[in-house]
Protein backbone atom coordinates (compact mmCIF):
# COMPACT_ATOMS: atom_id res chain seq x y z
CA UNK A 1 0.00 0.00 0.00
CA UNK A 2 2.73 2.31 1.00
CA UNK A 3 4.38 1.46 -2.63
CA UNK A 4 1.28 2.63 -4.30
CA UNK A 5 1.26 5.69 -2.62
CA UNK A 6 4.77 6.73 -2.87
CA UNK A 7 4.35 6.22 -6.98
CA UNK A 8 1.03 8.16 -7.31
CA UNK A 9 3.19 11.09 -5.45
CA UNK A 10 5.53 10.11 -8.04
CA UNK A 11 3.19 10.31 -10.95
CA UNK A 12 1.37 13.78 -9.74
CA UNK A 13 5.57 15.24 -9.36
CA UNK A 14 5.39 14.24 -12.68
CA UNK A 15 2.49 15.18 -13.91
CA UNK A 16 2.89 18.96 -11.89
CA UNK A 17 6.47 19.19 -13.38
CA UNK A 18 4.89 18.39 -17.28
CA UNK A 19 2.62 21.01 -16.18
CA UNK A 20 5.42 23.66 -15.33
CA UNK A 21 6.90 23.18 -18.44
CA UNK A 22 4.14 23.70 -20.29
CA UNK A 23 3.16 26.54 -19.22
CA UNK A 24 7.14 28.09 -19.17
CA UNK A 25 7.06 26.72 -22.84
CA UNK A 26 3.55 28.15 -24.00
CA UNK A 27 4.69 31.99 -22.45
CA UNK A 28 8.23 31.22 -24.06
CA UNK A 29 5.86 30.77 -27.59
CA UNK A 30 3.71 34.16 -26.80
CA UNK A 31 7.36 36.54 -26.02
CA UNK A 32 8.52 34.75 -29.11
CA UNK A 33 5.66 36.07 -31.22
CA UNK A 34 5.68 39.46 -29.30
CA UNK A 35 8.94 39.52 -30.17
CA UNK A 36 8.36 38.78 -34.24
CA UNK A 37 5.55 41.27 -34.06
CA UNK A 38 7.40 43.88 -32.84
CA UNK A 39 10.24 42.96 -35.85
CA UNK A 40 8.06 43.13 -38.23
CA UNK A 41 6.26 46.13 -37.37
CA UNK A 42 9.56 47.74 -37.13
CA UNK A 43 9.70 47.08 -40.86
CA UNK A 44 6.59 49.81 -41.52
CA UNK A 45 7.56 52.72 -40.01
CA UNK A 46 4.76 54.23 -41.91
CA UNK A 47 2.15 52.96 -39.14
CA UNK A 48 0.31 55.26 -36.56
CA UNK A 49 0.78 54.24 -33.14
CA UNK A 50 -2.64 52.27 -32.79
CA UNK A 51 -2.23 51.03 -36.53
CA UNK A 52 1.21 49.39 -34.97
CA UNK A 53 -0.75 47.68 -31.90
CA UNK A 54 -3.04 46.65 -34.31
CA UNK A 55 -0.61 44.64 -36.58
CA UNK A 56 1.09 43.64 -33.31
CA UNK A 57 -1.75 41.60 -31.77
CA UNK A 58 -3.21 40.66 -35.06
CA UNK A 59 0.30 39.05 -35.80
CA UNK A 60 0.61 37.41 -32.04
CA UNK A 61 -2.78 36.38 -32.74
CA UNK A 62 -1.78 34.38 -35.85
CA UNK A 63 1.59 33.24 -34.48
CA UNK A 64 -0.06 31.72 -31.23
CA UNK A 65 -2.73 30.21 -33.38
CA UNK A 66 -0.37 28.66 -35.56
CA UNK A 67 1.42 27.12 -32.77
CA UNK A 68 -1.18 25.90 -30.98
CA UNK A 69 -1.96 23.89 -34.23
CA UNK A 70 1.05 22.68 -34.62
CA UNK A 71 1.52 21.92 -30.96
CA UNK A 72 -1.90 19.69 -31.58
CA UNK A 73 -0.30 17.74 -34.58
CA UNK A 74 2.78 17.21 -32.34
CA UNK A 75 0.73 16.05 -29.61
CA UNK A 76 -1.77 13.93 -31.78
CA UNK A 77 1.56 12.32 -33.73
CA UNK A 78 2.96 11.42 -30.21
CA UNK A 79 0.28 9.86 -28.83
CA UNK A 80 -0.38 7.85 -32.23
CA UNK A 81 3.64 6.96 -31.84
CA UNK A 82 3.49 6.01 -27.98
CA UNK A 83 -0.09 3.52 -28.93
CA UNK A 84 2.36 1.89 -32.10
CA UNK A 85 5.51 1.70 -29.86
CA UNK A 86 3.56 0.10 -26.91
CA UNK A 87 2.52 -2.22 -29.08
CA UNK A 88 5.31 -3.35 -30.47
CA UNK A 89 6.79 -3.15 -27.03
CA UNK A 90 4.26 -5.67 -25.98
CA UNK A 91 4.94 -8.06 -29.01
CA UNK A 92 8.62 -8.10 -28.49
CA UNK A 93 8.40 -8.50 -24.67
CA UNK A 94 5.77 -11.72 -25.70
CA UNK A 95 8.45 -13.17 -28.12
CA UNK A 96 11.02 -12.87 -25.40
CA UNK A 97 9.02 -14.52 -22.61
CA UNK A 98 8.24 -17.48 -25.29
CA UNK A 99 11.57 -17.67 -26.43
CA UNK A 100 12.97 -17.78 -22.61
CA UNK A 101 10.43 -20.32 -21.86
CA UNK A 102 10.99 -22.55 -24.60
CA UNK A 103 14.70 -22.59 -24.01
CA UNK A 104 14.06 -23.06 -20.81
CA UNK A 105 11.59 -26.17 -21.50
CA UNK A 106 14.90 -27.25 -24.05
CA UNK A 107 17.31 -27.06 -21.28
CA UNK A 108 15.15 -29.26 -18.67
CA UNK A 109 14.22 -31.66 -21.15
CA UNK A 110 17.98 -31.99 -22.32
CA UNK A 111 19.43 -32.54 -18.55
CA UNK A 112 16.25 -34.52 -17.96
CA UNK A 113 17.18 -36.96 -21.03
CA UNK A 114 21.34 -36.51 -20.07
CA UNK A 115 20.04 -38.02 -16.29
CA UNK A 116 18.32 -40.87 -17.45
CA UNK A 117 20.92 -41.60 -19.96
CA UNK A 118 23.32 -41.15 -16.99
CA UNK A 119 21.10 -43.94 -15.00
CA UNK A 120 20.64 -46.06 -17.21
CA UNK A 121 24.29 -47.06 -17.67
Known sequence: MYQDQEQDREQNHGQ???????????????????????AFCAGLPWLTDSQRREVELRY?????????????????????????YEGVYRALRRRLITALLSGSVAVAALLAMTAVGLTAR
Do not use: P
Open 16 to 38: AINEIEGFLLWEAEKDRARTRAE
Open 60 to 84: CQDQRDASRAYLERISVRSATLRTE
